[in-house]
């Protein structure tokens, strides 16, 4: 491992601080000075900076904020400060009744400063920093308790890991709303579906549910965003004498505050606030169910006091909601690229907050067994967000004796195949993936992908322009395609022809375990491909195995076992399987166990190591017949430590696992 040097790590000090004025330019003030490309290639200087270098490595480096091992469970927080929950209102009565009640507790007649800002539909969180340095995140829970989730808001890219200023606070806890994006909301539920899991009800949830998952590798890829309002305990320089200038001082710290936060002068101001926040919610681009008031002034906020859990010096002016009435006209099912049937009821046009709307998803079988929906009912339809319209319920009493019951179609309506519905799975779907239409694009990206046929060049703009031009309709005609043809394509040329062309030809020679990963078979990963090819030799048959003998596979059970029967029953997906074969694609012969030096050997591998990466470690040892688990066991043989290898090392002691540095496991690969 390289000695750092002191020039070294000023380099490292200097890039993380570049990188992160650049993610404050971009997360909170909303004014990026670079490019997504240039901001790409600093952090990725940094990054190799730190592997070279792992010994500079800290935890407020930009790079650390992947997620790290799974939690057993979550460790409770006291809150030094009470978190505080809001009183409600939901009628200018109401607001004018809180501004009485203010004026006679400050016994003053004067006109009361409010800081207004959106209420948002989030999670509230507690961030503590100590001497600039994000030490701690916690969930508000009962206000005196809640839950250590600091490795999951790590993965936050814009909660900053070291505040901004040279005057910073001993110790600082702002508080905030943590929450999650209209268009975050709908992928995750879009990727819920396609996996066939239960799908969140609203954008809180989704937030709530991605804070507190027990391994932050999954809170990493939810998109969590984060407004801050508040302060808790603190330690420090005196601070400003109002709540709008503590906000602007938690924004020169580096914390994202919302830009539509106003000072008014009275309750018309108020109600003129809510109402054109009322007429903005729409454009946001995150859920929020009102606008909040707090009094300005904090010394009229320390007289006023609070009573239980609210304070006396703040309301919530909630929005009312946006829903109509109409009729459900017919139901069609609409295939994704992935497969998945989603149920679309067409309706009886109804204006919903100013948008017509007439088509509107039920999601799946499931949700519309539990909410009792039927082709013929009366149903109320909100707008969720204000942006995507959802079946709330039905009106039971308005159900015609005529209605009749949706029924899941047992052929795709795009390509006539089969559907599959596994049992306890809430998606159905299409098992034409070699195929049909809706999945075609998806299935060519896949089978292009580098751990599958691995086709350099057929990337996603060309898959798209050969789909679109009518050249490409099933993975096999890949192989048909000619200079001449893909030459006329735009930007294409004869140079960039040729060389897809070689790719294309060069991807014919590759080995069972690849191409049966390539056909993307439901659930059928690299690892349940590997494991196929070695028990059964051929393509042949797998192809014609049974559920039984199928269930006979390492990690293969009923469900695969039934995903991988229904594909290769398909006589479509048999068909263009044949086309392939007939292109020229040519598996090697599977070597037997007792061909391969590392058979039935287990390998953990854990941390950064010099001469090789992940992925191509990896493949040699699978290939020299040993299976590489991602967790470390009594089984396992032995465990491949590189710099920085985490729990799993430790695990391994624990176990009495044999454990390889660098120079050990090439010497073994060596011998």
């Not at 994202?256 to 007429?279: D, F, G, K, W």
């Amino acid at each position: 491992m390289p000695t750092p040097n002191l020039s070294i790590a000023k380099m490292i000090t200097a890039l993380r601080h570049e990188i992160n004025e650049h993610s404050y330019r971009y997360y909170v003030l909303d004014d990026p000075v670079i490019s997504d490309a240039a901001y790409d290639k600093l952090f990725h200087e940094l990054k190799q900076l730190e592997e070279t270098y792992p010994t500079l490595i800290t935890k407020e480096s930009p790079t650390q904020r992947v997620g790290d091992v799974p939690l057993a469970m979550f460790q409770s927080v006291s809150h030094d400060v009470q978190m505080l929950s809001l009183d409600n209102a939901f009628t200018e009565d109401d607001i004018v009744a809180f501004d009485k009640r203010v004026h006679d507790r400050l016994h003053s007649e004067a006109l009361i400063q409010y800081c207004c800002e959106p209420k948002l539909d989030g999670l509230a969180i507690n961030l503590r920093y100590i001497n600039g340095i994000f030490h701690q995140a916690a969930t508000r829970g009962d206000g005196a308790t809640g839950e250590d989730v600091t490795e999951n808001v790590r993965t936050i890219k814009m909660i900053p890991m070291t505040l901004r200023g040279k005057t910073l606070p001993r110790l600082l806890d702002v508080r905030g709303e943590i929450f999650i994006s209209r268009q975050g909301f709908e992928a995750i539920n879009q990727a819920a579906l396609s996996r066939g899991e239960k799908i969140f009800a609203n954008p809180r949830n989704a937030a709530a549910g991605s804070l507190r998952q027990l391994d932050s590798r999954i809170t990493a890829k939810r998109h969590l965003e984060i407004y801050c309002y508040g302060l808790g305990k603190y330690d420090g320089p005196r601070l400003p004498e109002t709540h709008y200038d503590i906000l602007k001082q938690i924004s020169d710290w580096g914390l994202r505050i919302n830009p539509l936060i106003q000072v008014v002068q009275s309750v018309p101001e108020c109600l003129a606030y809510y109402e054109r926040m009322r007429t903005q919610r729409s454009q946001l681009t995150y859920e929020t169910d009102g606008v909040v008031y707090k009094v300005n002034a904090l010394a009229e906020q320390e007289k006023l006091g609070f009573v239980t859990r609210a304070p006396r010096w703040a309301i919530a002016h909630k929005f009312p909601a946006e829903v109509a009435y109409t009729t459900i006209t017919s139901v069609e099912f609409q295939v994704g690229r992935t497969g998945a049937l989603t149920p679309v009821a067409r309706l009886e046009p109804v204006n919903v907050h100013g948008v017509t709307i007439s088509n509107v998803t039920l999601h799946n079988m499931d949700e519309i067994a539990r909410k009792d929906i039927r082709i013929g009912d009366t149903v109320i339809v909100r707008r969720a967000g204000d942006v995507i319209p959802e079946v709330v319920g039905v009106i039971q009493t308005k159900r015609p004796t005529h209605t009749q019951q949706i029924v899941m179609p047992t052929h795709c309506p795009v390509c006539q195949a089969d559907i599959e519905q596994i049992e306890d799975e809430a998606v159905a779907r299409c098992t034409g993936g070699l195929y049909c239409p809706a999945q075609r694009k998806e299935t060519i990206r896949h089978f292009a992908s580098r751990r599958a046929m691995d086709i350099e060049g057929l990337g996603d703009k060309i898959v798209n322009k050969l789909v679109d031009v009518g050249w490409v309709h099933t993975v096999a005609d890949i192989y048909q395609l000619k200079q001449s043809t893909l030459a006329a394509l735009e930007r294409m040329g004869e140079k960039s022809a040729h060389r897809l062309l070689t790719q294309i030809e060069k991807s014919k020679h590759t080995t069972l375990p690849k191409f049966l990963y390539a056909l993307g078979i439901r659930e059928v990963g690299e690892a349940t491909a590997k494991h196929l090819a070695y028990a059964f030799k051929s393509l042949e048959v797998i192809q014609e195995a049974s559920l039984e003998t199928l269930q006979t596979v390492p990690d293969i059970g009923p469900i695969v076992a039934e995903h991988i029967v229904h594909f290769f029953k398909e006589p479509h997906n048999r068909k263009v399987i044949a086309q392939l074969l007939r292109a020229g694609i040519i598996l090697e012969a599977i070597k037997t166990s007792s061909d391969l030096p590392l058979s039935g050997k287990t390998f953990v591998i854990t941390g950064t190591l010099d001469g090789f990466s992940r992925d191509e470690l990896k493949a040699q040892l699978e290939g020299l017949g040993a299976k590489v688990a991602g967790s470390v066991s009594s089984k396992t043989h032995y465990v491949v430590a590189g710099d920085n290898p985490g729990s799993k090392l430790a695990q391994a002691k624990a176990f009495g696992v044999k454990i390889l540095d660098e120079y050990a496991l090439v010497k073994l690969l060596k011998s």
